[in-house]
């Protein structure tokens, strides 16, 4: 059962994208690991699986990036401050950010998929000792639709971190690089036999970035993606999320790529 | 080695090319330096030279009214402009400095004439420019799907 | 039997078993064995269902009918929640009244493994489906063993029958014998319930005679088995070859009606409805049995993954056959044979199953 949540703030992102910031009202889920996510109950409509993509630590809020897709989703972006949500969770499967120590990590995120990696890219960067180069590659449709701009600047900020951005479309008031995400991959110049890969975004987007970290030399064993599929329990008990064998409520929704590299360009697997 | 010729074999692009054809191609080639802001090359213009960037930002760009639109961005190492390979050998779209830009400009007639008269120039150039065409097209359709675009009937 | 039946209802149990409805054998409430159909048997085939009369008394001379034990253990729609607005408050309820007490009277030992298997799925996990873990605990499994298989029966060749196997779930498992003037069951317990509910009952001990006349049953029901499913490499066949023609072939045939998924004994697959109030203040959620037939079932923003009906029926079949053993160590499958019967193009999953083996060991693709 889901346990009701206050909102307790709402930020518009883009046109359809809103993050929400909230805060038990008595028990709390456990806390959330990078890479999991949450079913949201919005009253009356329904659930959705949303990644976690800020987690309750040190008296931080619970934070969720919704879009808007469905009777769900906008209900959840309708909210207003002061009202309640339902949470159940945390599901799923973590950001291998633990595996990759010592390591030199790639992120690339595509639109949204910036979101349910939003949580490994901080805690790489909270222990940012334990890491080798950390590199964030991010490409969205235009630069309105960029998320979490003032962190990715604070990010950037940072002298040993690389951020590269690029976007679809744009016109030239954007100065910056112009063309798909799968760009940024050759020139990011990582090291195939020390780095993590870490994917998130249309799957579309992770099907061609794989396939340039493939031709970059990095082995399937260190890339990871996270995966979507329609879920409606998140427990493994409806059904619905299967993907070949696995549940991608239980061995997902961060699968390493070589577990599904033989099904992943199945079509209508 | 003359310092041209040094700098056209430094390129990634022409990495491991025989330094005789190397050698031969750098005789069609001379150094740039782009202003930010000014054009490489016009949409329309005849495709007389093309560009290898070694440093720098440039945006291909398709100007319609009113508006301006980036098709796309290259940078160092990557090579401005495909269309003097094939007939009517007239640039699609415009390439304007981003940043300061330092380029190697090939004169592509020259160039040209001597795939034609070597065919192991000409294999050897092909050889080159055609995977970086195909990637340069995949990554186009990949654009072209908009892929981050709100799903249909959302 | 009679006796049975009242010593079970005096004890508070809900009992449920076979009864004839709308031209078939299916499972509800019974008061007395007069309402189990004595004399009826089951004539069985691809898209084909009939029952007809037999020449004895029998009152379970016949196989398996549309429906399964999963319709009272997981429930085809339950309420889980409900949930009211208070201002801007959310006060969740689960109104959990006790599971009953319950019977279920012609257990079959492809039934047996059945439930099983969805004990497994259900209740065997990290999370469990508490309402079918509740009703499960307070169910007492009274198993006959087949002795007319249909021809849509596979048991055999699925390891899970015709005989219901001791350890495999049952209270207490009957034989019937009946030649000529008798009409018997033998009762073996499976329990210590139903050890003693047996203690209770009007009982003569068992002689060499009886225990051979059942094993005459279990062998005839046995020799009868007209289906196979094939074992060897069917689990590589199917995963390995997500792009075999036959897929396109099975799928132009198929429906998509989702009738095989409705009568399967395992599969467990449900959806979750929301409903709100008309005044807005309070809501409810409902689970419901769905099936991977259906265009909504793979639904993501963005559309349907599984759009084409060759790509659903590879799904069910692949996980039934396949994914099972990776994802909970056993066949999904019980060699019930309901989905051949139940399905209107006659479809037969053994033998498309057979089709794939085939296919591997010619080295086709």
């Known amino acids: 059962m889901p346990l009701p949540y206050r909102v307790l703030a709402v930020h518009q992102d883009t046109a359809d994208v809103a993050t929400l910031d909230m805060e038990p009202v008595g028990a709390a889920i456990p806390e959330p690991k990078p890479g999991q996510f949450t079913m949201l109950y919005a009253f009356g409509v329904g659930e959705a699986p949303i990644s976690v993509s800020g987690a309750p630590v040190n008296g931080a809020p619970l934070v969720h990036t919704v879009r808007g897709v469905g009777a769900v989703s906008n209900a959840i972006t309708r909210l207003r401050p002061g009202q309640e949500i339902g949470v159940r969770g945390p ?179 | 080695m003359e310092t041209l010729e040094r700098i056209v074999l430094e390129q990634k692009i022409f990495a491991g090319l025989d330094p005789e054809i190397g050698k031969l191609i750098t005789g069609c080639a001379r150094n740039h330096h782009f202003e930010p802001g000014a054009y490489l090359f016009h949409e329309g213009e005849a495709a007389n030279e ?18 301006t639109l980036v098709l796309g961005t290259v940078h160092d190492g990557d090579i401005v402009g495909a269309s003097w390979l094939c007939p009517p050998y007239r640039w699609t779209s415009d390439a304007r400095a981003g940043t300061h830009v330092r380029a190697l400009g090939f004169d592509a007639a020259c160039l040209r004439d001597k795939c034609d008269e070597d065919p192991h120039v000409g294999y050897a150039m092909m050889k080159r420019f055609m995977p970086l065409m195909v990637s340069r097209l995949q990554a186009a359709h990949l654009q072209l799907l908009d892929v981050y675009g709100r799903p249909e009937g959302a | ?35 189990i159909p004595a004399g009826r048997t089951d004539r069985q085939e691809a898209g084909f269902y009939r029952l007809e009369a037999r020449s004895d008394g029998a009152l379970f001379g016949y196989a398996v009918g549309p ?77 006959v063993n087949c ?66 006349a059942a094993d005459a049953v279990a062998a005839q029901a046995a020799a009868n088995m007209r289906r196979h499913m094939p074992g060897n490499g069917l689990k590589e066949a199917l995963q390995g070859n997500p792009e075999h023609a036959r897929w396109d072939d099975v799928g132009n045939r198929c429906l998509s009606c989702a009738n095989c998924t409705l009568v399967c004994p395992t599969c467990f697959c449900t959806t979750i409805e929301d409903h709100s109030d008309l005044d807005g203040q309070g809501a409810g959620r409902v689970r419901r049995w769905d099936s991977c037939f259906t265009r909504d079932f793979s639904y993501v923003h963005g559309g349907t993954v599984r759009t084409q009906t060759r790509s659903r029926y590879r799904q069910w079949m692949t996980h039934k056959l396949a994914h099972w053993w990776d994802q909970f160590g056993t066949s999904g499958c019980v060699g019930c044979g309901r989905c051949i019967a139940w399905c209107p193009a006659g479809i037969d999953i053994t033998a498309e199953a057979a089709a794939f083996v085939e296919g591997q060991s010619h080295g086709d693709a």
């Open chain 1, 91 to 269: 599901y799923g499967t973590v950001w291998p950010v633990e595996e990759a120590d010592s390591h030199d990590i790639l992120f690339v995120a595509g639109g949204l998929g910036l979101a349910p990696l939003r949580p490994a890219v901080r805690h790489v960067l909270a222990n940012r000792d334990r890491y080798g180069r950390v590199s964030l590659l991010y490409g969205t449709r235009g630069p309105e639709d960029m998320l979490y701009r003032e962190e990715l600047t604070e990010w950037r900020r940072m002298l040993d971190v690389e951020i590269e951005v690029t976007v679809d479309h744009a016109d030239r008031t954007w100065r910056g690089a112009v063309g798909v995400v799968t760009n940024l991959i050759p020139r990011a110049g990582f090291d195939p036999a020390h780095t993590t890969a870490m994917v998130c975004g249309p799957e579309v987007m992770m099907r061609f970035s794989i396939m340039g970290l493939q031709g970059a030399g990095l082995p399937f064993e260190r890339t990871y993606l996270s995966l979507e599929r329609s879920m409606k329990c998140g427990m493994g008990l409806c059904g619905r999320c299967q993907f070949g064998a696995d549940f991608v409520c239980k061995e997902g929704a961060v699968m390493r790529y070589d577990r599904i590299a033989h099904i992943f360009t199945v079509r209508e697997i």
């Open chain 2, 50 to 67: 093309f560009f290898l960037v070694r440093h720098g930002d440039v945006a291909l760009e398709i100007t319609a009214p009113g508006r």
């Open chain 3, 1 to 35: 039997m009679q006796a049975l039946i009242e010593a079970l209802a005096a004890r508070g149990h809900d009992v449920i078993g076979p009864v004839e409805r709308d031209g078939a054998i299916v499972y509800d409430h019974i008061a007395g064995v007069a309402d």
């Open chain 3, 67 to 143: 429906h399964s034990w999963k319709r009272y253990l997981h429930r085809p729609r339950e309420t889980l929640f409900r949930v009211r607005r208070v201002g801007e408050e959310l006060a969740f309820d689960a109104p959990r009244e006790p599971a009953k007490r319950t019977a279920f009277i012609g257990v079959r030992a492809c039934e047996l493994a059945a439930i099983a298997i969805q004990d497994r799925v259900l209740q065997g996990g990290a999370y469990v489906n508490t309402e079918y873990a509740a009703r499960r605990a307070q169910t007492f499994l009274v198993a």
């Open chain 3, 147 to 212: 002795g007319d298989p249909s021809a849509t029966c596979f048991c055999t060749s699925m390891n899970t029958g015709p005989r219901a196997r001791s350890g495999s779930g049952y209270d207490i498992a009957l034989t019937e014998l009946l030649d000529g003037e008798r009409h018997e069951f033998l009762a073996e317990p499976g329990s210590d319930a139903g050890a003693a509910l047996l203690a209770y009952l009007p009982t003569r001990p068992a002689v060499a005679a009886d225990w051979q």
